[in-house]
């Protein structure tokens, strides 16, 4: 069974850094775009980032751009969230999960088909 | 959010209940519709994709539908298990993102 497992977070201090790592078992995660994922504690889910199947291409919403950067490592089967400047509104639990594609084509493929188990992230000083 | 849901929906077991999401041309109206389920204290999981089509073993008891700018999700036979959250999402132009529904709490 497909699975994917997320590390990396913990308590930051505002300002701080944060690297979430999101490892994939059971399959190889170099065939599919990756994406993260976010939910504030009793709030709904928000879109952070993305990453085509070759790492080529990346996209992110326009208030994160910056301050987040997403990479991968297909030959560890690995894509992280690099965390900079981190604010108490990013504060939330950091779910990774693949596309049912290599890219996100608009006119299909745009679902989450597999979902990690989520890491949370706190910041506080 | 974006997509506008209902915060809460009820239904005794057995009964039929139905979730909506609401947005606008740039997003359901031109885009497919996709619905997550999460359970108390667990990830999201995929139910509903491309507006209509349920994931690899979900419940005929789920279906999905999109007309215009709104979508559908119906929940038959409800069940006890069925408590939880409910969030509709797509892809939006102006924004060049996803956006989500703030989601809906099932209760039975």
């Known amino acids: 069974e497909p699975q994917l497992l997320e590390s990396g977070g913990g308590v930051v201090p505002p300002g701080g850094s944060l690297r979430l790592s999101c490892a994939a078992s059971?399959?190889?995660?170099?065939?599919?775009?990756v994406t993260w994922v976010r939910q504030s504690l009793g709030k709904g889910l928000e879109w952070v980032s993305v990453?085509?199947?070759?790492?080529?291409?990346?996209h992110y919403p326009e208030d994160l751009r910056g301050r987040f950067r997403i990479f991968r490592d297909n030959s560890k089967n690995t894509v992280d969230l690099q965390m900079n400047n981190l604010r108490s509104d990013d504060a939330a639990i950091y779910y990774c999960?693949?596309?049912?594609?290599?890219?996100?084509?608009?006119?299909?493929?745009?679902?989450?088909?597999?979902w990690g188990q989520g890491t949370m992230v706190t910041v506080s000083s | 959010s974006v997509l506008t849901q209902p915060p809460s929906a009820s239904g005794t077991p057995g009964q039929k209940v139905t979730i909506s999401c609401s947005g606008s041309?740039?997003?359901?109206?031109?885009?497919?519709v996709t619905w997550y389920q999460q359970l108390p204290g667990t990830a999201p999981k995929l139910l509903i994709y491309?507006?209509?089509q349920r994931a690899s073993g979900v419940s005929d008891r789920f279906s999905g539908s999109k007309s215009g700018t709104s979508a559908s999700l119906a929940i038959s036979g409800l069940q006890s298990e069925d408590e939880g959250d409910y969030s509709c999402?797509?892809?939006?132009?102006?924004?060049?993102?996803?956006?989500f529904g703030g989601g809906t709490r099932l209760t039975v």
């Open positions: 491309e507006n209509n």
């Open positions: 999402a797509t892809w939006d132009d102006s924004l060049a993102g996803w956006v």
């Open positions: 999960a693949k596309l049912t594609q290599d890219y996100w084509y608009i006119d299909s493929g745009l679902a989450f088909d597999v």
């Open positions: 990453i085509s199947a070759t790492g080529g291409s990346k």
């Open positions: 059971g399959f190889s995660l170099s065939a599919y775009a």
């Open positions: 041309d740039s997003n359901i109206g031109t885009k497919t």
